[in-house]
């Protein structure tokens, strides 16, 4: 079987410092990326939830800002949590369960939830 190709975005943070949440995987699935899916954030998240919520939208907004970018080995569980809203389908049609899908922020539903991060 032949190992599926992944683009590794350098300089992005592999995880939040200090704690276990992950936002990038090291190597390729040989099965294929795991498909995304839209997760709820409730407004009751632990703190270091929304912690790594927003160290996460950070890194995104300041590595691709309103460019598509192509998923690569950004974490699936991770990205999942902005699906669907602020990160979204940048091609049609689109299949989230590969690693060359192409994505892109939404920069209106953005700048509603990470006022601070993405700002006017």
Do not use: C
Request: proline share 8%; net charge positive.
């Amino acid at each position: 079987m032949a190992l599926a190709y992944m683009l590794k975005h350098r300089g992005f943070p592999g995880r939040l410092p200090g704690t276990d949440f992950q936002f990038t995987l090291r190597r390729a699935n040989p099965k294929g990326a795991t498909p995304l899916s839209s997760r709820e954030r409730r407004s009751d998240r632990r703190a270091p939830d929304r912690r790594a919520d927003e160290f996460f939208f950070t890194a995104l907004w300041n590595t691709f800002g309103e460019e598509p970018f192509e998923r690569g080995n950004l974490d699936a569980g991770r990205l999942s949590w902005f699906y669907g809203r602020e990160v979204i389908p940048a091609t049609d049609p689109f299949d989230d369960s590969h690693y060359e899908a192409m994505l892109k922020i939404d920069v209106r539903a953005a700048r509603q939830a990470f006022p601070k991060i993405v700002g006017e």
